[in-house]
């Protein structure tokens, strides 16, 4: 009994801290919005479209100004031309295209007589995304072209259809792009992006939460108000911010799953799971790393590298089977990649508690952290010396 009146007399100063001070809510409730706002809006579109590709028509024949109107009208490309190169070199070096495609003299006579012409493409690296997808853009044109004046040279001789796209295509290739079929750039990454927003806010709130106390020397009233219990302590913080964070990570799962209608195989209610013990293991990584540094400052900017690192190493933009072993196993200090493995076994696979629940417990095991630094902590809190900025 004598606990719990020790934790509701924290949740009631909580309380009343996040009253006299908004940043808290500000710093939560207000940046998640932002983000989920942003992101949402940025990737409404799905894949990018009309970007500006530049070309070069060097030939100047029916079959090149065949080719352009079949690049302009993609949803991907909008050709802009240019009379020569410089121009167009000119135009990708300030940003005005994100690739240019030179076509060469004498394709047409080429293409009639079975030689190859060789087209020359340039792509701005520093624009990966519209690069790459430009890249894909027009190589598949080309790929489309060559086949078209192959199927009427073919014709031409007598060959029959089947024989005609024997040769084309001899092999045949069914793709199937698992949990996002249109490639949608807001799938890909709204999924992961938010989730990791969240964590990356939860540490930061909660370090500054317990730093403050020492920031503004209220730690010893803090302790006062639990009889010296250090845990207790930890304990009404814990509750107070576990409702505010889990509260927002359902509502933007609801948002992703339920109301932008991301496509999801397995359960959402398996995804609510996911986001609150995400919250649980942040809060716990949280008073980890200003237990080991209590000092406010120091703490926020390694819990701050801490998050960013997640981002990275958490496996939905680079995969972490490709890294060196010591950073994959790295890997695993981070809660983020638990719950992406959470989060793919159940949004791709509907793999159920048979496929996420080690993610579980490797979530679970996070919780087990503030135990080795609570007496370090108190200490801190009790003693008052270390630096207060």
Known sequence: MKTWNNIKAVIRRELRIFRQRPIYLLGSIGAITFCTVFFLTFFRDGLPHD???GIVDNDDSSLSRNFIQQMD????????????????????????????????????????????????????????????????????????TNGAVQRQVLRAKGVNENAIMGRIQPISIDTHQIGNVTTNY????????LPAMLELIIIIVFIYSLGAELKYGTSRHLLKTTDGS??????????????????????????????????????????????VLLVLASESMAIFIIGCLPIPRLALSVGALYSVLGFSL????????????????????????????????????????????????????????????????????????????
């Open 314 to 389: 958490t496996g939905f933009t680079l995969p972490v089977e490709a890294l060196p072993p010591y950073i994959q196993g790295l890997a695993a200090a981070f809660p983020l990649r638990h719950y992406f493995h959470f989060y793919t076994q159940e949004v791709y696979f509907a793999g159920g508690f048979a496929g996420w629940y080690p993610e579980v417990i490797h979530l679970l095991l996070f919780l087990f952290l503030p135990l080795t630094v609570i007496k370090r902590l108190k200490g801190a809190y009790v003693n008052q010396n270390f630096p207060t900025n």
């Open 51 to 53: 970007l500006p590709m």
């Open 186 to 193: 807001g799938y890909y990454l709204s999924n992961m992006m």
């Open 230 to 275: 250090m845990l207790d302590a930890l304990l009404g913080k814990l509750i107070v911010y576990t409702v505010l964070f889990s509260a927002i990570g359902l509502v933007l799962i609801i948002c992703l799953y339920h109301w932008m209608h991301f496509p999801i195989a397995g359960s959402i209610w398996n995804m609510f799971l996911a986001i």
């Open 73 to 144: 009208a993609t949803q991907l490309g909008k050709v802009v031309m240019f009379d020569n190169f410089e121009e167009a070199r000119e135009a990708m070096m300030s940003g005005k295209v994100t690739s240019v495609c030179v076509i060469p003299e004498g394709m047409y006579a080429d293409v009639s007589a079975n030689r190859r012409p060789v087209f020359t493409y340039y792509l701005n690296g520093l624009y990966f995304v519209g690069g790459a997808l430009a890249y894909k853009n027009i190589l598949t044109m080309i790929n489309l």
